[in-house]
């Protein structure tokens, strides 16, 4: 039996055998893989970087109390960067799908195209939805700008959406039917989640207090952004990381919202932008700490 | 007896769409460039992963030629002589006298030796290979690297059985080609006799016709013929094999337009019909591989659809729990435009326009639930079901077969191929949306430019204009386009196109036609069909070329009409001839259908040719010059409603313009 947690050691075993960093998943909350520092702020720079790691991706809006069968509030996926992209990624990629038990001679592999943008990150690459018999299972992506700013050496970002693989792999009609270990199904981890978090993103969480906190974090973000604008020397120990984190805080804190109704379609452009502004602003002031030539002149 | 040249390059999968194009450009550019060396174009094809062009009979190299330098004039000082042959690396003695225009310059000839063939592909190669221009690009590896459309992992180049020397991003051209992805060897060696096979043994079939012919050979009895679904398959794969998949039977209770939709457009699988035209619990879905002998892939295809038809199922009856009825206030937070509001307001603009062209009950039922789809979670999922949902829901709410159909329709037509609205209150509705979009986007200045056109407004004009010249409507386009007086210029402008490039008239016809009059787009064709029976008839042209020196007189004249032909004034022969035969003209044209005022008209032409033969309009009495002048006008008014005919580019004339 290949069991989901079985699926994801072997994923992680694999892209560790070919230079990966495993890292744990980023502990704060976020909508996507490619959102977490590791990601978003590692692609910047010229620096070389592997690295691979299971996050939780929330997305409120997508929650369904836990009776879809394959739409979840919280999903899975195994986030992996390769910066520079190696000239045989792809066969790299395919190589990883035999590694969890994919006989691609007898399957069907098709890359689609399918380009990322994400306007909250002001980034956006180009790419495909890989479909394996007709069902995507990965999205992968040639990263091409991050946080407004074009990146040094273009990466492949590999995601698979680990909860739709194990489904193919053990071919289950519902993810809550998976075997998370032989003894054990999604569900029994992971129903009482599903369903209390669409209670709460639907109906409870509430509102004003939810654009409250929007606000402390935005406000908290933007004022370390300017304090590091107006700094004339101690940039190298300057928090940024932390700054990031507000960012994160500001875009889940707009999931929520937007879950909730709270946000009409006219509203919605504008707290895009507002999250936007945060992020470039953070990419902007981490570039200039890591790779500005500020250090020279100081 | 030249060499071959085979040049295939090998990329990460192209989308399917820009394939055929980039491939065109890199064939002719590779076609001009190896011009010098003779040769022609062999073989010009591609799959997702390769662009490969083959080129017979090059020469070894460029034929030498000759190039003129020019110099000094003769007489110049005899220092600038010597540095101009210095320069040229020659003596004086070398050089030439050539006369010109402008008087005697010294000139040299320079021998210039062709380029060997190699020499010339090797350095014009990675230039024209990367200004393949591509929809969207990529850079990689990094900054500093190249842009196209995905990395490039192979370059194959042989001229005859030599290596094309260069690169691209580090990438060597060389001998090797790369199989199927699963099924073939990941590089191999080939030449150009045995390229074609060597890729067949690899799992590729190179050549487009023969993918495609592979997929309809396949396909089973009954399949929807679908030409897009089939491109979009020849240049997604490889090495197509179609396989047939089922579904659970009740699925059959969805609408069969959820369930295409699901299957063409998100699955891009073929759907079925059974003996009777009806939908049938099949797809065939097209893998990129050779074969399904387990049958795994079909169960994979089967089981997302199944996931997929599931959604769709839950999208039907949470949506059935809010009739469109109650969902009218609801597009109040939905956004048309951000200048222009929300739908609510869209959709009170659409009734008004609706009640005002004379729309009826149904028309004006559909056109308040028209946009309420919009918040119905079937739409929210399948976006490209807008209007078509909201006619099957108002149909399942007994909201009544006219309403339900006009509100199926109001996105008509999607396309130059798709057909119009197909009742009056769906035409009226598919008008008044399209208007209202454009005189609210031309309103606030957004109006499309070149090739920027992000509401779609040259589409949405097109559609109004073959609404109204194909349906039941008696509007005009000075109506619609309500006094904005850009908007009424892209309505005409859209209208020749449609008549010149959609309906084939030609271009000269559609001009004379439309300078008598464009609004009334019926009438606009009863007029264009007309001139274009008579056109080719004898007299005609000679007829229009005759309206045209008419018009020219009456231009330098200055002359606006006014008087009444007086035959006291008359003093050639011929004028009086032209008189009777116009009156009588005239007589027989009154009330006449436009085919047959025309006839009639062509009739003039002898009376005309000896009126300008005889007579000189501009007599010395003005009294009659001015009785000329006024024949001339009522001839050339009393035709005038039916085309400008001044505007007819005579065809003996063309042809010798061109």
């Not at chain 1, 996926?77 to 910066?83: H, P, S, W």
């Not at chain 1, 919202?257 to 999250?275: H, K, M, N, Q």
């Not at chain 2, 067949?200 to 399949?223: D, K, Y």
């Amino acid at each position: 039996m290949n069991t989901y947690q079985e699926m994801i050691f072997r994923l992680k075993q694999y892209w560790a055998e070919r230079g990966c960093i495993i890292t744990e998943p980023y502990d704060v909350e976020v909508g996507a893989g490619t959102m977490c520092p590791e990601t978003f702020l590692r692609v910047l720079g010229p620096e070389q970087y592997r690295v691979a790691y299971v996050q939780p991706s929330r997305r409120p809006a997508d929650g369904r109390y836990g009776e879809n069968p394959n739409r979840l509030y919280k999903h899975s996926q195994l986030q992996v960067i390769l910066k520079p992209t190696p000239e045989d990624v792809i066969e790299q990629y395919l190589g990883s799908l035999e590694a969890i038990g994919i006989d691609l001679t007898k399957h069907d592999i098709k890359f689609e195209e399918d380009n990322w943008e994400s306007p909250t990150l002001g980034a956006w690459g180009i790419g495909w939805q890989v479909m394996l018999d007709g069902m995507e299972i990965t999205q992968f992506t040639y990263f091409q700008q991050c946080g407004g700013v074009d990146l040094d050496l273009v990466p492949a970002e590999i995601t698979y959406g680990l909860e739709r693989l194990c489904a193919f792999l053990q071919d289950r009609e519902s993810v809550y039917e998976i075997q998370w270990t032989p003894e054990f199904a999604y569900g029994q981890v992971r129903l009482k989640e599903e369903q209390q978090f669409s209670v709460y993103n639907f109906e409870m969480a509430e509102v004003t207090t939810l654009w409250k906190l929007f606000e402390l974090h935005e406000g908290e973000c933007q004022r370390l952004i300017d304090l590091y604008r107006s700094l004339e020397t101690g940039q190298e120990r300057f928090p940024v990381l932390p700054t990031y984190d507000q960012v994160l805080k500001c875009s889940n804190l707009f999931n929520l919202l937007d879950a909730r109704g709270a946000i009409s379609v006219t509203e919605r452009v504008g707290v895009i932008g507002r999250v936007r502004k945060l992020a470039v602003g953070v990419a902007g002031i981490w570039v200039d700490q890591q790779y500005g030539n500020r250090k020279a002149a100081a | 007896m030249g060499r071959d040249l085979l040049l295939e390059i090998g990329v990460e999968e192209i989308p399917d769409w820009m394939i055929p194009d980039g491939l065109q450009h890199l064939t002719t550019k590779l076609a001009e460039l190896t011009a010098p060396l003779g040769g022609e174009v062999a073989l010009s094809e591609a799959t997702p992963r390769r662009l490969a062009v083959k080129l017979t009979g090059l020469k070894e190299r460029e034929e030498d030629r000759e190039e003129v330098v020019s110099g000094p004039p003769k007489q110049a000082n005899p220092q600038a002589i010597e540095g101009f042959a210095r320069k040229n690396g020659v003596s004086v003695d070398q050089l030439q006298l050539t006369e010109t225009a402008k008087g005697v310059y010294y000139t040299f000839v320079r021998k210039v030796e062709g380029k060997a063939a190699i020499d010339l592909l090797a350095a014009a190669l990675p230039g024209l290979i990367l200004g393949i221009p591509w929809p969207k690009t990529m850079l990689w590896p990094g900054k500093g690297g190249v842009r196209f459309i995905r990395p490039i992992r192979w370059i194959l180049c042989l001229l005859g059985e030599k290596v094309v020397p260069f690169a691209i991003n580090g990438i060597e051209a060389g001998t090797m080609s790369g199989g199927h992805r699963q099924l073939g060897a990941s590089r191999f060696a080939v030449t150009i006799e045995n390229y074609e096979e060597k890729l067949r043994e690899n799992f590729v079939i190179l050549r487009g016709a023969e993918r495609r012919a592979r997929i309809e050979a396949a396909l089973p009895a009954g399949v929807k013929k679908d030409a897009a679904l089939l491109e979009t398959l020849t240049y997604i794969t490889e090495y197509p094999t179609p396989i047939t998949g089922e579904f659970a039977e009740d699925y059959l209770n969805l609408p069969e337009e959820v369930l295409v939709t699901v299957m063409r457009f998100h699955q891009k699988y073929f759907s079925v019909t059974d003996a009777s035209g009806k939908l049938a619990a099949k797809f065939v879905a097209v893998m990129n591989t050779a074969a399904d002998p387990e049958g795994l892939v079909r169960h994979g295809n089967e089981r997302v659809l199944r996931a997929r038809f599931n959604d769709a199922r839950f999208f039907y009856n949470v949506d059935q729990q809010k009739k469109l009825a109650e969902r009218v206030e609801d597009l109040k937070s939905v956004t048309f435009q951000a200048q222009l509001g929300s739908y609510l307001a869209k959709t009170e603009r659409v009734v008004e326009l609706v009640r005002d062209w004379g729309g009826d009950e149904a028309a004006l039922r559909a056109a308040e639930l028209a946009k309420t789809d919009l918040t119905c979670e079937m739409v929210k999922e399948f976006t490209e079901l807008q209007g078509i949902v909201g006619g099957l829901y108002a149909r399942a709410q007994g909201e009544g077969e006219e309403v339900a159909s006009a509100i199926y329709d109001q996105y008509k037509p999607a396309s130059m191929e798709d057909s119009i609205p197909r009742t009056a209150a769906g035409q009226l509705l598919s008008l008044a949306d399209k208007v209202d979009t454009l005189r609210g986007c031309f309103g606030i200045g957004l109006i499309p430019t070149g090739s920027k056109d992000p509401f779609a407004l040259r589409r949405a004009a097109q559609g109004v204009i073959r609404i109204l010249a194909e349906g039941e409507l008696d509007l005009k386009l000075d109506t619609l386009a309500g006094g904005v007086e850009k908007l009424g210029d892209f309505l005409i402008e859209r209208a020749k196109y449609y008549l010149t490039e959609i309906r084939g008239y030609a271009f000269d016809e559609v001009m004379a036609v439309l300078a008598a009059g464009a609004s009334d787009l019926k009438d606009v064709l009863g007029r264009l069909e007309a001139v274009k029976v008579v056109r080719a008839t004898e007299n005609f042209e000679p007829l229009a070329a005759s309206f045209k020196r008419m018009k020219n007189i009456l231009d330098q004249a200055q002359f606006s009409g006014g008087g009444t032909v007086q035959e006291s004034l008359f003093e050639d022969p011929a004028e009086r001839a032209l008189w009777a035969a116009f009156q009588e003209v005239a007589g027989r044209v009154r009330g006449a259908g436009y085919g047959e005022a025309l006839a009639a008209m062509a009739t003039l032409r002898p009376a005309v040719d000896l009126f300008f033969e005889k007579v000189l309009v501009n007599a010395r009495d003005p009294a009659v010059r001015a009785n000329r002048l006024t024949l001339l006008f009522s001839l050339k008014t009393e035709f005038s409603g039916i085309a400008e005919f001044s505007e007819i580019v005579p065809k003996t004339q063309e042809t010798h313009a061109s």
